[in-house]
């Protein structure tokens, strides 16, 4: 695991192949990979500020912001390019063709996923589909709200778990399921059911997937999801 702090990162070579780069960033830094945060509006296309300017939450702005900027920067490294100079475009829907599947970067050169939770953002760079995902603990109310969506399975897993042990089991459900919608471009369009990721210390297997969990701050879980080469 990479972090990604103030000074201008050192991606590498360009991942190719079922190589997998991992980094994570403090949300609340005023200064990401050599921009100050908050006069990094600039660096962003029409879609991000636009996307931007609807969210309601300083604490959602500033996250948002960040991890943007952190990705923008973290992209311009492997890419050789200015952070403003990344093209951003969105693959088509699997499910229903329309513009609005996974974020990609123009020309297909690298694959790559961003997650944010609270003040943490999580950012994957592959050369085949990848997906990551970071969660916080949910509440008691929130496991009860999800229980009945997830695989039956899952569900029967949680429910046999003492109820203080709940939380923690449902975020790495949560997080693996999220890692893998996020890879294939789904999203939750589907429902939560599908894929069986299992609650237990380590992930169920996935057909043509890898999915492992990702170390994470106390009170968070995380994962990844990479397409099988």
Not at 3 to 22: C, N, S
Request: aromatic share 6%; with cysteine.
């Amino acid at each position: 695991m990479n972090q990604l702090g103030e000074d201008i990162p050192r991606t590498g070579a360009l991942p190719v192949g079922g190589t997998v780069t991992v980094w994570s960033l403090d949300t609340t830094r005023e200064v990401v990979g050599g921009h100050e945060v908050a006069g990094a509006v600039a660096l962003l296309d029409a879609s991000e500020r636009d996307r931007l300017s609807r969210l309601l939450r300083a604490g959602d702005r500033r996250s948002y912001l960040a991890s943007h900027v952190g990705l923008r920067v973290l992209l311009g490294g492997y890419l050789g390019l200015a952070p403003e100079k990344v093209a951003l475009v969105r693959e088509d829907c699997p499910c229903c063709g329309g513009p609005h599947g996974r974020p990609a970067v123009a020309g297909g050169a690298v694959h790559f996923s961003l997650s944010h939770s609270d003040d943490m953002a999580y950012f994957a760079f592959a050369g085949v589909p990848v997906g990551v995902d970071i969660e916080g603990l949910p509440g008691a109310g929130a496991v009860d709200d999800v229980l009945g969506t997830l695989h039956p399975a899952e569900t029967a897993e949680l429910v046999g778990l003492p109820v203080a042990d709940r939380p923690a089991a449902l975020a790495r459900v949560w997080s693996r399921k999220e890692a893998y919608l996020k890879a294939t471009g789904t999203g939750l369009a589907l429902g939560l059911a599908d894929p069986y990721v299992g609650s237990a210390a380590t992930p169920a297997p996935v057909a043509g997937w890898t999915l492992s969990d990702l170390p994470a701050p106390p009170a968070f879980a995380a994962a990844l999801a990479l397409r099988s080469t």
